[in-house]
C-alpha cells in the first residue's frame, strides 16, 4: 500500500499528487505528459519530488520534512521500462540473473529458473536481447525485475509498443503473475481497456493533478473525465479454454466461465488456454432471445455494472469474467437495464479474436 | 571477430591486483637522489657517455647523461632542473648560465674544441680553403647561422678567407649543423661546412679539406659546475675528469680537440 | 648508450604507465561531463584541451618549473617520496599523460554517450547501487569505446616528445623514449640505428591504431542499445 503526498516541478511542467494506492494492481492513467511516468519515477526513487512524503507499507522512502530519501537500490521497488531497457551486454539469462543478484533478500523473490518457466522464456536464456522480439523483450524485462524480489512492481506503459496480439498475451501473464506471486503492481497506461481489465482501482491523471480515483469502470466509463474518456474503442479481455480447434471454414469452440463462444477458427494456436478478446461495440444487447439470426453467438447473462455519462454509457456483464458493452443511454432506458436483470448478449463469431494464454508451469 | 569484453575481466580480482601492483611499483621508484646529472650537447654525447661510465668505475656513483641542444638544457638550469654538471657546444648557452648565476664561474672549464672542415660527397676531390668552394660549382650547405653557432663560425671563415660574397647566393642554411652534413650525403648540396666530427659521424661524405682554425673565433665546449648541485665536490671531479688523460683520448678519437690549459 | 631493446621497453613501460593513471582520472572527468552536465563545464572542458593548443616544450618547461626542487611542488613531492620527479621516467609517464589527456577524455565522453542513461536507471531499480551500476553495466556497454580511448592515449603517450625531453631529460636508460632516442640518435650520425627505431615506432603505432579503428568501428554499428 502506497501513500503519496508529493509535488514536484521540472521547467513548465508540474505534478502535485496526494493518493493512496491499495495492494492488488492499481492503475494510474492519463495522456501523454500528465504525469503518470514522473509518478513512477518518484515512487522508485529515480526522481526526487521537490517536497512531501511518500510511504510503502507504513515505510517511509522520501520525507521533505526529514531530509530523507531512500536512494532507489535500497527501496525494493522494481521498475519495468516501456521497451524493456535490457542490458545488450549480457544475454537473456544474464539480465534476469542481474536481477536476481543485487536484489534485496526477501521472501518475495523468485528464482530466475522459476521466472523463465513461468513466463515462459525458458528456452530463449542464451539468446542475445538484440534479436528479441517486442513480446519476448516484455517479459524478459518482467522476469529481470521479478528476480529482485520487488515488493511492489511499477510498469511503466508496458505493453504501448506491441501490436494487439502481443499487448493481449503480455497482460495475460501480468494477470497470471499478480495471481502466482501476489505481488502487488502499479500499472501505467493510457488504454482504457488495459486498465479496466487488470486493475482494481485507478487513479487519473491530468496535467499534473488528480482528477479521479476510484474502482476502473465507475471512473473510466462513467462520469466526469471529459475529454479524457474521449479513447477508442473498449475491450474485454476473457480467459478461455479452447474445445474444439476448428479448421480452415470451421469455426472453433471456446468454454468462457460457463458458456461456449463460436470463434474463429484457432488452428494456428498451439495452446489450449487462449484469450478472447471483443470489442464493447461489437455486442448487441436484447431483452428478447432473437431467432434467426446470422450472429452464432447468443449467450444469456446478468448485467453486474452500469455506468453512464453525457458523453458514452457501458454495460457490464458476467460471463464468468466481466464483459463491456457499449449502449446508448436511450437504448438503456427502452430496455430497462439494471444491474440484477439479465439480457441477451449477441455477437459475430468474426468480432472475436484468440489469443494464446501461455503460462507454462513447472 | 566477435570482440566481446566480458564483464567479469573488468571486475576480476586479478585485474584489481595488477592494478595495485603497478601502482606500487611507480610510488617506490619515485626520485633518488644518489646519481650525478650531467647535461650534455646531444653532438658531444657519445665522447662524454664513454668517459662517464670510466667515471662510474672508480668513483661508484651512476652518470645520467641529459642529452639535447645546448640552448634547451641551459633553460632547463635556469627553470631550476636538478642538474650537477653542463658541458655545452658553444659559449653562448655558458654564458647565459653566467649570467643569471646558476653556474660557478671558478668552476667554468674549457673541455675540448671543434674544428671546422669542408665536405663532399664521398668521389669527390679533395683541395683546399677557400679555393674548393669557388672551383666546385652548386650549392653549399651551412648551418643557418641565426639558429646554430656552426654557422656563425662557417660564415666567421668564409668572410675572413675573402669569399663570402661570391658564394653567398649558393649558400644552403639548414636547421642544425647536422642537417647540413645530411644535405651533403643526400645530394641537396654539393659541398657543405660542418664540424669535423659530424663529418666523421655521417656517412657517404668525405673531408674535402680542413678550415685552418685561425679563421674563425675558436669553437670551445666548455663544462661547469650548477650552482644549485648538492653533489659539489663529486660534480667538479667529474669536469676535472673531463681533461684527463683517459678523457683526451677519447675525445680525439670522436674527432674532437682537448684544449690545454 | 642503451640498446635498442632497452629504449622499446623504457617506451612502452612509461606509456603503459601514463596510461594507467590516466585512465581513472579521465573516466571520471568523462562521466561528470556526460551524466552530471556541471555548471563549470565550459571551464573544464578547457582546461582538459589546453595540452592541444599548447606546444609541448612549453608544457614540458611548465611542468618542470613546478615540479624542480626549487619549485613550488618540488619541496612536497621531496616530503611525499623523499626524492625529485623531474628527469625520472615518472616524470615522463606525466609528461605523456598530460598530452594525452585531451585524447582519452574525448574519446571516454563518446564512449559513456553511447550508454543509454535509462539502462543505468533500470539497473539502480534492480538493486545495483551506483557504484556496481557503473561497474557492470556502463562500463562493460561502453567497454569498447572506452578501449579505444585507452589506445589512442598509448599511441598520443609513446610519440611524446617535446614535453618529455625538458621535463623528465634525456637520459638513456631512465628516460631515453623511443622518440628521444631516435633524436638523439640522429643529432650523433647514427642513422642506421636511427632509421631502425623509427620502423618499430611506425609499427607500434600502426598495430594500436589498427586494433582502436577495429573498436570504433564495431562501436558505430550500434552495439550499445
Given at each position: 500500500?502506497?501513500?503519496l ?25 492519463g495522456?501523454?505528459?500528465s504525469?503518470?511516468?514522473t509518478t ?10 521537490d ?7 507504513g ?15 535500497n ?5 519495468v ?10 544475454d537473456v ?12 533478500a526477501?521472501?518475495r ?19 542475445d536481447?538484440?534479436?528479441l ?9 518482467l ?6 524480489g ?6 511503466d506503459?508496458?505493453?504501448a509498443?506491441?501490436d494487439?496480439?502481443l ?10 503473475i ?28 491530468d ?14 466509463l ?12 473498449v ?21 468462457v466461465?460457463n ?11 498451439d ?6 478478446t471483443i470489442r ?17 453467438n447468443?449467450?444469456s ?15 457490464t456483464?458476467d ?44 | 571477430?566477435?570482440?566481446r ?15 595495485l ?14 646519481r ?10 657519445d ?6 661510465v ?36 658553444g ?10 648565476g646558476?653556474?660557478e664561474?671558478k ?11 669542408v ?18 660549382g652548386?650549392?653549399?650547405?651551412i648551418a643557418?647561422p ?9 660564415e ?14 649558393r649558400?644552403?642554411?639548414?636547421l642544425d649543423?647536422?642537417?647540413?652534413a645530411a644535405a651533403?650525403?643526400s645530394?641537396g ?7 669535423v666530427t ?7 661524405v668525405?673531408i ?5 682554425p685561425?679563421?674563425h ?14 653533489q ?16 683526451k ?13 | ?22 585512465v ?14 556541471p ?17 609541448p616544450?612549453?608544457i614540458?618547461?611548465g ?10 611542488l618540488?619541496e612536497?613531492?621531496d ?9 625520472t ?17 574525448r ?6 554517450e ?6 543505468e536507471l ?10 556496481r ?13 572506452l578501449?579505444a ?27 631515453q ?11 650523433t650520425g647514427?642513422d642506421?640505428?636511427?632509421i ?19 573498436l570504433?568501428?564495431?562501436l ?6
Open positions: 500500500m502506497i501513500k503526498d508529493l509535488a514536484i516541478a521540472r521547467g513548465d511542467f508540474h505534478l502535485e499528487i496526494n493518493a493512496s494506492l491499495e495492494s492488488g494492481i492499481s492503475a494510474i492513467f495522456p501523454s505528459g504525469g503518470k511516468s513512477l519515477a518518484c515512487i522508485a526513487g529515480l526522481m526526487q519530488p517536497s512531501g512524503s511518500i510511504a510503502l507499507d515505510e517511509s522512502l522520501f520525507d521533505s520534512n526529514e531530509n530523507l530519501h531512500v536512494s532507489p537500490e527501496r525494493s521497488v522494481g521498475l521500462f516501456q521497451d524493456g531497457a535490457l542490458f545488450p551486454h549480457l539469462q544474464g539480465n534476469i540473473e542481474f536481477g536476481a543478484k543485487f536484489g534485496g526477501n521472501s523473490k523468485v528464482y530466475p529458473d522459476e521466472l523463465m518457466k513461468l513466463l515462459g522464456i525458458h528456452d530463449l536464456a542464451e539468446r536481447i538484440a534479436g522480439s517486442g513480446g519476448e523483450r516484455q517479459r524478459v524485462a522476469a529481470r525485475s521479478l528476480a529482485a520487488p515488493r511492489v512492481l511499477l510498469l506503459e508496458p505493453v509498443s506491441l494487439a496480439r499487448r493481449t498475451t503480455v497482460l495475460g501473464y501480468l494477470k497470471e499478480h495471481r502466482e506471486l501476489g505481488i502487488p503492481m502499479i500499472y501505467v497506461s493510457h488504454n482504457v481497456s488495459e486498465i479496466v481489465h487488470l486493475a482494481e482501482q485507478v487513479i487519473v491523471l496535467h499534473g493533478t488528480v482528477v479521479a480515483n476510484g474502482p476502473p469502470r465507475a471512473v473510466l462513467g462520469q466526469g473525465i471529459g475529454q479524457l474518456a474521449n479513447f477508442e474503442d475491450e474485454s479481455y476473457l480467459s478461455g479454454t479452447l474445445v474444439d480447434r476448428g479448421s480452415g471454414d470451421r469455426s472453433a469452440r471456446v468454454k466461465g458458456y461456449e463462444f463460436v470463434t474463429p477458427s484457432a488452428e494456428h494456436i495452446s489450449d488456454e487462449v484469450i478472447v464493447a461495440s461489437d455486442v448487441i444487447v436484447a431483452t428478447e432471445l432473437p431467432r434467426a439470426i446470422s450472429a452464432r447468443v449467450i447473462a446478468p448485467c453486474v455494472d452500469l455506468t453512464q455519462s453525457e458523453e458514452r454509457s457501458f454495460a456483464f460471463v464468468g469474467e466481466p464483459l463491456v458493452v457499449e449502449l446508448t443511454s436511450s437504448a438503456i432506458a427502452e430496455l430497462e437495464l439494471s444491474i440484477g436483470v439479465s439480457a441477451h448478449l449477441v455477437f459475430k463469431t468474426t468480432s472475436l479474436t484468440l489469443t494464446p494464454r501461455g503460462i507454462l508451469r513447472s | 571477430m566477435v570482440f569484453i566480458p564483464a567479469s575481466f573488468v571486475r576480476s580480482r586479478r585485474l584489481q591486483f595488477a592494478l601492483f603497478v601502482v606500487g611499483l611507480m610510488l617506490i621508484s619515485c626520485g633518488g637522489n644518489d650525478l646529472v650531467v647535461s650534455t650537447a646531444a653532438s658531444i654525447g665522447a662524454v657517455s664513454e668517459i662517464a670510466e667515471f662510474e668505475k672508480s668513483e661508484s656513483i651512476h652518470v645520467a647523461l641529459n642529452l639535447s641542444g645546448s640552448n634547451a638544457l641551459a633553460s632547463q638550469v635556469d627553470v631550476g632542473a636538478p642538474v650537477d654538471v653542463v658541458l655545452f657546444a659559449s653562448g648557452p655558458m654564458n647565459r648560465l653566467l649570467a643569471s646558476n653556474v664561474p668552476s667554468v672549464e674549457k673541455i675540448v674544441e671543434n674544428r671546422l672542415a665536405i663532399g660527397r664521398s668521389g669527390a676531390e679533395a683541395g683546399s680553403f677557400p679555393e674548393l668552394l669557388t672551383s666546385i652548386g650549392k653549399i650547405a643557418d641565426g639558429l646554430a653557432p656552426a654557422g656563425s663560425y662557417a666567421e671563415a668564409m668572410r675572413s678567407a675573402d669569399v663570402y660574397e661570391a658564394v653567398e647566393s649558400l644552403l642554411p639548414t649543423v647536422r642537417a647540413a651533403v650525403q645530394g648540396a654539393d659541398l657543405g661546412i660542418v664540424y659530424d663529418a666523421m659521424a655521417v656517412d657517404a668525405n674535402l679539406t680542413m678550415i685552418p685561425e679563421s673565433s675558436p669553437i670551445i665546449y666548455p663544462a661547469a659546475v650548477v650552482a644549485g648541485s648538492s659539489q665536490e663529486l660534480s667538479s671531479r667529474f669536469v676535472a675528469f673531463l681533461r684527463s688523460d683517459f678523457a683520448s677519447v675525445f680525439e678519437r670522436h674527432g674532437f680537440v682537448p684544449v690545454d690549459r | 648508450m642503451s640498446s635498442e631493446g632497452e629504449v622499446i621497453l623504457l617506451s612502452l613501460r612509461v606509456a603503459a604507465l601514463a596510461m594507467v593513471g590516466l581513472p582520472i579521465s573516466l571520471g572527468i568523462a562521466w561528470l561531463l556526460v551524466r552530471r552536465n555548471r563549470g563545464r565550459w571551464l573544464i572542458e578547457a582546461l582538459v584541451s589546453m595540452p592541444l593548443a599548447l606546444p616544450v612549453v614540458g618547461f611542468l618542470l618549473w613546478l615540479f624542480s626542487p626549487t619549485g613550488p618540488g612536497v613531492i616530503s611525499l617520496f623523499g626524492g625529485d620527479l623531474v628527469f621516467w615518472f616524470a615522463a609517464s606525466l609528461a605523456s599523460a598530460i598530452v594525452a589527456l585531451p585524447l582519452v577524455v574519446t571516454f565522453v563518446i564512449a559513456l553511447a550508454v543509454d542513461p535509462r539502462l533500470a539497473s539502480r531499480s534492480l538493486g545495483a547501487g551506483p557504484w551500476t557503473f561497474a557492470y553495466v556502463t562500463i562493460p556497454i561502453a567497454a569498447r569505446g578501449l580511448g585507452v589506445l589512442i592515449g598509448f599511441v598520443r603517450a609513446l610519440s611524446e616528445f617535446g614535453a618529455t625531453i625538458v621535463v623528465a631529460g634525456n637520459i638513456p636508460g631512465q628516460t623514449t623511443l622518440p628521444l632516442a631516435i633524436f638523439t640518435r640522429i643529432q647514427d642506421s640505428v636511427a631502425r627505431l623509427v620502423v618499430i615506432s611506425v609499427v607500434l603505432a600502426l598495430v594500436s591504431l589498427l586494433l582502436h579503428n577495429r570504433v568501428s564495431r558505430a554499428s550500434g552495439r550499445s542499445r
